[in-house]
């Protein structure tokens, strides 16, 4: 049990670089030019980046679904912890569960677990209603928000950092 | 080129399921009981769920560093969309890094993008610039919270439906 090591792999996005939909004019100020000036339908006011390829799907949707699996690994996380202190036999049946089965998709392994056993039902319940109170409760969306943003700034200035660091560095 | 997809693959967690420090005691209601009752530390006020296991690091600083690797996927694909309308020369030349280079890690395909050539260095900056302003403009945080909260409970609800649904035939 010491040994147990699972990696959560989230797919982000299998999606393909060329959009199988045809592109939305969506915020794309290169419109094609061969229509009629006066016959032009107005032009968006969404002054937002023109994303392409997510489908019927939004960034955020995915990111969501992403986080979604997020919430299922750390509720099972959360359970494992609870039981822990106060039933071992049931704390035993869940990590040898989690060892055998994947949790990079965390429908597939709620449903796995309810079907393992009727303790394992009881567990996978918990595991579902911890995951509903930890995305509405717990999970600090504001900081998350926060992180995000500090990450992306961060990681920009190191980046032009090293890139400058490194070429002054072969220059002299 | 048509040929071309790249999945992203993030990792959201590469942690064991055993704890490397040793269990906080935050929110935990099982504190040892070998202090003097009048000697006990006041009783946290956190009511969150205590969960085990991000070290250092919170589950927000996790799920923001994988939006972030999301951000930086999504900027690749806005710069492409915006290129591949007026200037195809340069679209042909990130398409092509793109289909060489992984996009699991943000930070590292900027930096190799970066060193590939002077052109490529303009299209880095621009993806750095891109990612910056998507993840403070444009991503609508409050629909991903949204969003996340629906799934959660759409899930829940599907998979106690179907779970009910099938021993329900199989008793009949």
């Known amino acids: 049990?010491?040994?147990a090591s699972s990696s959560t792999l989230l797919s982000l996005s299998n999606l393909s670089f060329i959009s199988p939909?045809?592109?939305?004019?969506?915020?794309?100020?290169?419109?094609?030019?061969?229509?009629?000036?006066h016959r032009r339908p107005p032009p968006l006011r969404c002054q937002k980046m023109y994303v392409p390829g997510?489908?019927?799907?939004?960034?955020?949707?995915?990111?969501?679904?992403?986080?979604?699996?997020?919430?299922?690994?750390v509720a099972v996380r959360i359970v494992l912890a609870q039981l822990e202190s106060y039933n071992p036999e049931a704390y035993g049946e869940l990590m040898e569960f989690v060892e055998r089965n994947s949790l990079n998709d965390g429908d597939e392994f709620c449903a796995n677990l309810m079907r393992e056993s009727s303790r394992h039902k009881g567990l996978a319940l918990r595991v579902l209603e911890v995951r509903s109170a930890y995305c509405k409760n717990d999970?600090?969306?504001?900081?998350?928000?926060?992180?995000?943003?500090?990450?992306?700034?961060?990681?920009?200035?190191?980046?032009?950092?090293?890139?400058?660091?490194?070429?002054s560095h072969e220059e002299n």
């Not at 489908?55 to 955020?60: D, H, K, M, T």
């Open 1 to 3: 049990m010491a040994s």
């Open 139 to 167: 999970f600090e969306w504001d900081n998350l928000k926060r992180l995000a943003s500090k990450i992306v700034d961060e990681s920009n200035t190191r980046l032009m950092r090293d890139y400058v660091l490194e070429t």
């Open 54 to 73: 997510f489908g019927e799907a939004s960034p955020e949707a995915k990111a969501g679904k992403n986080l979604h699996n997020f919430f299922t690994y």
């Open 21 to 37: 939909t045809p592109i939305r004019s969506r915020a794309s100020p290169f419109l094609p030019r061969k229509q009629k000036p």
